[in-house]
Every structure is written in structure tokens, then in C-alpha cells.
């Protein structure tokens, strides 16, 4: 499966965004791929961080 992440601003810096993709790579398969989701690139799903209601 291949993921595109979209990153959040980074307002809040006691939200570190990087831990909760590591966090979820240990649940997927090591066939399943991460990179950044643009409009260009194809995806089967797209994963948005955001620290907003932390």
C-alpha cells in the first residue's frame, strides 16, 4: 500500500509529528511504502497529522 503523509503546520511543539508515523509503521507491513502526499503522486491513502484538540 503506498501512504501519503501530509504534515500539519507545527504550531504545537509539544506534538512531535515524526513519533506518530514511526509509531505507525510498526503496524504495517514492510511492503507498504511512506512519502509526501501531493496531487501528482498516486496513493491508496493519505494520513494528515494534526496536533489540533491536543
Known sequence: MK???KYC???NP???RM???SK???YLNDSDS???AKE???I???LQTNSKGL
Open 3 to 5: 501512504i501519503g503523509i
Open 9 to 11: 503546520g507545527g504550531c
Open 14 to 16: 509539544t506534538y512531535y
Open 19 to 21: 513519533d506518530i508515523v
Open 24 to 26: 505507525l509503521r510498526n
Open 34 to 36: 511512506f512519502g509526501i
Open 40 to 42: 501528482e503522486n498516486v
Open 44 to 46: 491508496n491513502l493519505k
